[in-house]
C-alpha cells in the first residue's frame, strides 16, 4: 500500500509565496517519477512540474522561472515551491507517484489528496 500525504497548501496575497511537500510512504522501491499537477475550478487539470528518476524536471510554462520543483529521495518526498504567486495560481495541487513495480517492472500512479492553493488579496 502506498500513501502520498501533501502539506503546505493556504492562502497567500499576489506575490507573495508557498512551499507544497508531499511524502510517500508504504512498500517503494523503484520511484520513477514524482511531481504535482493542479486543477482550477471550471479548468482540466494541468501538469505543473515533474522530477524524474536520474535528475531531469520539467516545469510547465505558465509557472517557469516561478516555481521550483526538487525531490528528497531519503525522505521519498516531493517539493513544489512556488514564489511571486498569481490569482491564476488558485487550484487545488495534487502530488503524484510513478512507481516501478512488480517483476514486469510496470508502471503504477499514485495519488494525494489534493491540497488547496488560493492567491488573493
Known amino acids: 500500500q502506498v500513501q502520498l500525504v501533501e502539506s503546505g497548501g493556504g492562502l497567500v496575497q499576489p506575490g507573495g509565496s508557498l512551499r507544497l511537500s508531499c511524502a510517500a510512504s508504504?512498500?517503494?522501491?523503484?520511484?520513477?517519477?514524482m511531481g504535482w499537477y493542479r486543477q482550477a475550478p471550471g479548468k482540466q487539470r494541468e501538469l505543473v512540474a515533474v522530477s524524474r528518476s536520474g535528475g531531469t524536471t520539467n516545469t510547465a510554462d505558465s509557472v517557469k522561472g516561478r516555481f521550483t520543483i526538487s525531490r528528497d529521495n531519503a525522505k521519498n518526498t516531493v517539493y513544489l515551491q512556488m514564489n511571486s504567486l498569481e490569482p491564476e495560481d488558485t487550484a487545488v495541487y495534487y502530488c503524484?507517484?510513478?512507481?516501478?513495480?512488480?517483476?514486469?517492472?510496470?508502471?503504477?500512479?499514485?495519488w494525494g489528496q489534493g491540497t488547496q492553493v488560493t492567491v488573493s488579496s
Open positions: 508504504g512498500t517503494i522501491f523503484s520511484i520513477n517519477a
Open positions: 503524484y507517484l510513478v512507481l516501478s513495480q512488480g517483476s514486469s517492472r510496470s508502471l503504477n500512479t499514485y
